[in-house]
């Protein structure tokens, strides 16, 4: 009997434990309670069952909570109270409570009219509450400055690899295809080479991996090499497929014709192919476009580089849609140009 008296102690014991620690641990146990309640826990353990509500996506329970903190009297510092308000605030913008976010922050203005993250907050609302488009256009007269002098840089980077890149690939095709295997196997080896690794990769080794082999260059220099070499192996491809697209007869009445192989290639076989080869080539050229982001890595400041600066000085989103319609601008630009030298370019096999 003893010790049945002894077990069911024990029991008793455990029971209240747990009835303790789930009241205290329950959501809304404390925001169903009077300030007197709220009274009962430290500053630190009130604001955590607050945040532990606002972590579960209780917000109105957080705020009821919070709510129970009244205004400090004369003589206390009344730290907890603009802790508490503050923090309501921040859930009532979440919310989309504007008016509400106001009233709390003015309540603690009214009892510390300098508190300096009260009157910020105030500020920092009536940004929240204008309309997007005129957001929008404030942050687009704002940044564009900024962003058209990493433009610049982008159109500068792509128009040096435009001009270089179908040179370099014309002379890495006719090499590739030339009888003479040693020349075949280089070029052969420049085209997979530079098709087979990424052009992040090609960029960090000129840029980094070279100067371990006393070669420097400045920012500009490697990016243009890197991006005019990689440009050239792709087009090679591009500009091989497109020669050895023509009929074998074409070179052979050129040949009948005394021409020699260098003369049959200028004058007959490769200006059979630009029509051929225009398409690809203008899809290569977009791409560019968007590949001169990577230079970002290599401590050029492009447009790509001045938007994730000012991003992550604003952390405005506005700054990267800004930057996604230069790029599309640019790209639709070069495209209409590349159509119109497509049309020309056909224009014989039209008549």
């Given at each position: 009997?003893?010790?049945?008296?002894?077990?069911?102690?024990?029991?008793?014991?455990?029971?209240?434990?747990?009835?303790?620690?789930?009241?205290?641990?329950?959501?809304?146990?404390?925001?169903?309670?009077?300030?007197?309640?709220?009274?009962?826990?430290?500053?630190?353990?009130?604001?955590?069952?607050?945040?532990?509500?606002?972590?579960?996506?209780?917000?109105?329970?957080?705020?009821?909570?919070?709510?129970?903190?009244?205004?400090?009297?004369?003589?206390?510092?009344?730290?907890?109270?603009?802790?508490?308000?503050?923090?309501?605030?921040?859930?009532?913008?979440?919310?989309?409570?504007?008016?509400?976010?106001?009233?709390?922050?003015?309540?603690?203005?009214?009892?510390?009219?300098?508190?300096?993250?009260?009157?910020?907050?105030?500020?920092?609302?009536?940004?929240?509450?204008?309309?997007?488009?005129?957001?929008?256009?404030?942050?687009?007269?704002?940044?564009?400055?900024?962003?058209?002098?990493?433009?610049?840089?982008?159109?500068?980077?792509?128009?040096?690899?435009?001009?270089?890149?179908?040179?370099?690939?014309?002379?890495?095709?006719?090499?590739?295809?030339?009888?003479?295997?040693?020349?075949?196997?280089?070029?052969?080896?420049?085209?997979?080479?530079?098709?087979?690794?990424?052009?992040?990769?090609?960029?960090?080794?000129?840029?980094?991996?070279?100067?371990?082999?006393?070669?420097?260059?400045?920012?500009?220099?490697?990016?243009?090499?890197?991006?005019?070499?990689?440009?050239?192996?792709?087009?090679?491809?591009?500009?091989?497929?497109?020669?050895?697209?023509?009929?074998?007869?074409?070179?052979e009445a050129a040949q009948v014709l005394g021409?020699?192989?260098?003369?049959?290639?200028?004058?007959?076989?490769?200006?059979?192919?630009?029509?051929?080869?225009?398409?690809?080539?203008?899809?290569?050229?977009?791409?560019?476009?968007?590949?001169?982001?990577?230079?970002?890595?290599?401590?050029?400041?492009?447009?790509?580089?001045?938007?994730?600066?000012?991003?992550?000085?604003?952390?405005?989103?506005?700054?990267?849609?800004?930057?996604?319609?230069?790029?599309?601008?640019?790209?639709?630009?070069?495209?209409?140009?590349?159509?119109?030298?497509?049309?020309?370019?056909?224009?014989?096999?039209?008549?």
């Amino acid at each position: 009997m003893t010790m049945d008296k002894h077990l069911f102690i024990v029991i008793f014991c455990f029971v209240l434990l747990f009835v303790s620690i789930s009241a205290a641990d329950a959501p809304g146990a404390l925001a169903a309670g009077s300030s007197e309640a709220a009274s009962s826990y430290s500053d630190d353990t009130l604001l955590l069952k607050a945040n532990d509500l606002v972590a579960t996506g209780n917000y109105q329970q957080a705020i009821d909570l919070l709510n129970t903190v009244v205004p400090p009297t004369s003589g206390e510092d009344g730290v907890l109270f603009v802790k508490a308000r503050m923090l309501t605030a921040s859930l009532y913008l979440a919310l989309e409570d504007f008016p509400k976010a106001r009233a709390a922050c003015r309540n603690v203005l009214s009892i510390f009219p300098d508190h300096a993250e009260a009157s910020g907050f105030l500020a920092s609302l009536k940004q929240e509450e204008i309309p997007f488009y005129k957001a929008f256009y404030r942050d687009f007269v704002t940044f564009l400055p900024a962003l058209l002098k990493g433009a610049v840089t982008t159109l500068g980077l792509t128009l040096i690899t435009i001009l270089i890149s179908p040179l370099g690939g014309l002379l890495i095709a006719l090499g590739r295809i030339a009888s003479f295997r040693p020349v075949s196997g280089v070029c052969w080896f420049i085209i997979w080479f530079f098709r087979g690794t990424p052009l992040l990769l090609q960029l960090f080794f000129i840029y980094y991996g070279l100067p371990s082999l006393g070669i420097t260059m400045p920012p500009s220099t490697a990016a243009i090499l890197g991006l005019g070499l990689n440009y050239s192996a792709y087009l090679a491809e591009i500009i091989r497929a497109g020669i050895q697209s023509i009929g074998k007869g074409q070179m052979e009445a050129a040949q009948v014709l005394g021409m020699s192989y260098v003369q049959a290639m200028r004058h007959v076989i490769v200006p059979q192919t630009y029509k051929r080869i225009l398409p690809p080539i203008g899809n290569e050229f977009i791409a560019l476009i968007k590949d001169t982001a990577l230079v970002s890595t290599i401590a050029m400041v492009e447009l790509m580089r001045s938007a994730d600066q000012i991003f992550n000085t604003y952390f405005n989103i506005n700054v990267l849609i800004i930057a996604a319609i230069i790029y599309l601008v640019f790209t639709t630009v070069f495209t209409l140009i590349l159509d119109r030298v497509e049309k020309k370019a056909g224009a014989y096999e039209e008549l």
